[in-house]
């Protein structure tokens, strides 16, 4: 059974960092796309980075260049989001989400981890 669960979500200050984990199990980690979706409140899923594994290549939607890093360690089958200068409009749910192996789009997500930027 593939799981993903994410955690390390919490209150942090504007300009603040944070470090998002996702372990994932029940496939073989390496060989999937991991990408991290985010929902601020009363919006879409929006897209904000993808890793592959197996090479390390990721790449990274504009509005986080700079700021998000995306990394995983694969003997321990856990992706990682970290994440600084963070603003109000980073507050969200994030989510790990493994790529489908044969289609566009993903075909297992995590419960989610609420990030929050306030002072």
């Known amino acids: 059974e593939v799981q993903l669960a994410e955690s390390g979500g919490g209150l942090v200050q504007p300009g603040g960092s944070l470090r998002l984990s996702c372990a994932a199990s029940?496939?073989?980690?390496?060989?999937?796309?991991m990408n991290w979706v985010r929902q601020a409140p009363g919006k879409g899923l929006e897209w904000v980075l993808r890793i592959n594994p197996s090479s390390g290549s990721t790449r990274y939607a504009d509005f986080v260049k700079g700021r998000f890093t995306i990394s995983t360690d694969n003997a321990k089958n856990t992706l990682y989001l970290q994440m600084s200068n963070l603003t109000s409009e980073d507050t969200g749910v994030y989510y790990c989400?493994?790529?489908?192996?044969?289609?566009?789009?993903?075909?297992?997500w995590g419960q989610g981890t609420q990030v929050t930027v306030s002072s």
């Open positions: 989400a493994k790529e489908a192996p044969s289609v566009v789009g993903y075909d297992y």
């Open positions: 029940g496939f073989t980690f390496s060989y999937s796309a």
